[in-house]
């Protein structure tokens, strides 16, 4: 066979052609991993139990593609040079209230603080189960972290039932009710459980809405049937006992009125019953705070001792083998979002943990409880990119957490250099979508308003609470309306009313300025009062209703700002979520009221 011979012109044009080839194949390769990220030269702490070491992490698809000290940075990735840096797994904090009151008040600066503080899941206890649907939905539209909604039960009168409406906290007082009031839940795709089981009130009123074992048992049982996971606000060891026996799942709250011993530890032990202790608001004197002489009144001196107790009990219970998971208590007074959740690891560290068993209560535990390590937590191979980089080395010094570099959920960086700006998240409320003129008509079968909002009662707060019973009637050829009775309670100044949100879980705004005002028909025994909640607070107007039907029209113009949730700014008209009927009597007088046909004019 004779040799081929190649020309100076055909090696060059081989050359060219293997060239183009390789240059073809270079640019496939740097396009297939375009979205993969690759940290290099980090120290990782894995959540896993292992010392930091060096590593390299892969991301692809926003999981951990591969982790070790050998792993390469595939071609064409994004690579962060994490060299002189950690890198952990995203914080957690089981327990935070998105509320208009914390700091900050509002959906998107809140998502803010936890991302730019590396916490990327947090579970909310605030929500009612209305507004699970669309709160997801915004945001998802956000940089935001995972977020877990609870749906809340408590005693009648209880903790949490004491000002909210028996649709955002159920109210139950027996095994068959809380049985129920979970099957009642479970359509709205809860993540998990908050009992409020607990009356002790912090110990300033008596334990008279304590819920009973059998009734506490009986919510476990159901709730883990349909696999949620059951936290209970419970601060007193006495009833954390009974929370140990029913098995829930987490108490999340500091047992503060005593300090444990052996036979409680081991109550929670056998129940499998782990603890968040929110330590950051209990804590006396938060950060910032000036200096408080812990004699200066018993108020203050009970504070401090219980403080003490909580710390004492918190370690106890870890080295009796109970998980401590990362709770703070976030939205409450002196509890900002975000750094609060750092704060917590550092409490846990004055408690006497290490930082290594802060940071792993911060992670891999709280994935552990919420049951959710399967997917998150740890930084292993499989795993879900939500990571955190901190300049500095927080498994010898706690206070390192809170020097937050860069920030990754499902492994796109969100926070820190390179990090695109968070340009949705600077609005305060969801877009306004157009109002509809009918609001409600009370001709649905469902119960449901002509939205397809769930009208919800709306007495006042308190253990004293005036009772309310708001129903659909016959009104004979008129198809049905609604009737609202009500026995005031004894206090200076009682209501009752019922809301008809505009838009499902009264998240999203209608703009109504296309309208003049709100029309209904009415009868009634006497005076009363239309609101209307917008996104800036709550408006007003009186208006009176005699034993005939008539209709009203109340304009626009003729609301003002109600009381101490009213409004602060002036009246525009484009971010309305709310109507409401509502009337006051003095103390254990009747109301009634019937009304129909609302809608905008």
Not at 27 to 49: C, E, H, L, Y
Not at 520 to 538: I, K
């Amino acid at each position: 066979m004779k040799p081929v011979r190649i020309s100076f012109f055909g090696a060059t044009a081989l050359a060219g052609i293997l060239g183009v080839a390789a240059f073809g194949v270079a640019q496939a390769a740097k396009s297939a991993n375009a979205d993969v990220v690759a940290i290099m030269g980090a120290t990782v702490f894995d959540g896993t139990g292992a010392a930091p070491h060096l590593a390299n992490v892969i991301i692809r698809d926003g999981r951990i593609a591969d982790v070790g000290p050998n792993v390469k940075a595939p071609r064409g990735a994004k690579v962060i040079d994490a060299k002189g840096e950690a890198l952990l797994p995203g914080f957690f904090d089981l327990h935070t209230h998105w509320t208009p009151g914390g700091v900050p008040a509002t959906t998107p600066q809140i998502a803010t603080a936890y991302v730019s503080a590396g916490v990327t899941t947090v579970s909310d206890f605030n929500a009612a189960p209305e507004s699970f649907a669309p709160r997801r939905q915004w945001l998802s539209t956000l940089v935001a972290p995972h977020v877990n909604f609870a749906a809340r039960m408590s005693t009648p009168g209880g903790h949490g039932a004491d000002w909210a409406d028996t649709a955002t906290t159920k109210w139950v007082n027996t095994p068959e009710a809380a049985r129920a009031a979970v099957k009642a839940l479970v359509p709205y795709k809860p993540d998990l459980i908050k009992a409020f089981t607990d009356g002790w009130r912090y110990g300033v009123a008596p334990d008279n809405t304590s819920m009973d074992e059998w009734t506490l048992t009986a919510l476990v049982d159901e709730a883990h049937k349909n696999d949620l996971k059951v936290f209970t606000h419970t601060v007193s060891v006495d009833r954390g006992e009974v929370a140990g026996r029913a098995k829930v799942d987490v108490i999340t709250h500091s047992l503060q009125d005593r300090r444990l011993d052996a036979e409680a530890i081991d109550i929670l032990k056998a129940g499998g019953t782990a603890d968040t202790p929110t330590l950051a608001v209990y804590e006396p004197v938060k950060p910032g705070q000036p200096p408080r002489d812990p004699d200066e009144n018993p108020t203050v001196k009970q504070s401090f001792k219980k403080f003490d107790n909580a710390l004492h009990n918190a370690k106890a219970l870890h080295d009796a083998g109970v998980v401590i998971a990362l709770g703070t208590d976030a939205g409450m007074p002196g509890t900002p979002h975000g750094v609060s959740t750092l704060h917590e690891m550092e409490l846990m560290v004055r408690a006497g943990l290490t930082p290594s068993e802060a940071l792993m209560a911060g992670t891999a535990l709280s994935a552990k409880v919420i049951n959710q390590l399967g997917d998150r937590g740890t930084i292993e191979k499989g795993k879900r990119a939500d990571l955190v980089l901190i300049k500095g080395e927080p498994w010898k010094t706690i206070s390192d957490v809170r020097k937050t570099d860069r920030v990754l959920i499902d492994g796109k960086l969100v926070f820190g250099p390179g990090a695109p700006p968070m340009t949705a998240n600077q609005a305060t409320t969801l877009p306004s979508i157009q109002a509809k003129a009918a609001i409600d008509d009370f001709e649905r079968a469902d119960g449901r308003s002509s939205l397809d909002t769930l009208r919800t009662d709306d007495p006042d707060g308190g253990l004293d609470r005036t009772v309310e019973v708001s129903q659909v009637i016959a009104r004979g050829d008129q198809g049905h309306a609604l009737s609202i009775n009500a026995r005031m309670s004894m206090k200076p100044r009682p209501y009752a009313g019922v809301i008809i949100p505009l838009t499902r879980g009264s998240i999203q705004p209608v703009d109504a300025r296309a309208f003049k005002g709100v029309r209904f028909e009415v009868r009634g025994d006497g005076d009363y009062a239309l609101g209307v909640s917008t996104s800036g607070g709550r408006w007003s107007a009186p208006f009176a209703a005699g034993s005939a039907w008539k209709t009203v029209e109340i304009p626009f113009s003729a609301l003002k700002p109600a009381g101490e949730r009213g409004a602060k700014g002036e009246w525009t008209g484009s971010d309305l979520t709310e109507v409401e009927f509502m009337g006051g009597r003095k103390g254990g007088e009747k109301l009634w009221m019937e009304i129909d046909n609302v809608g905008l004019y």
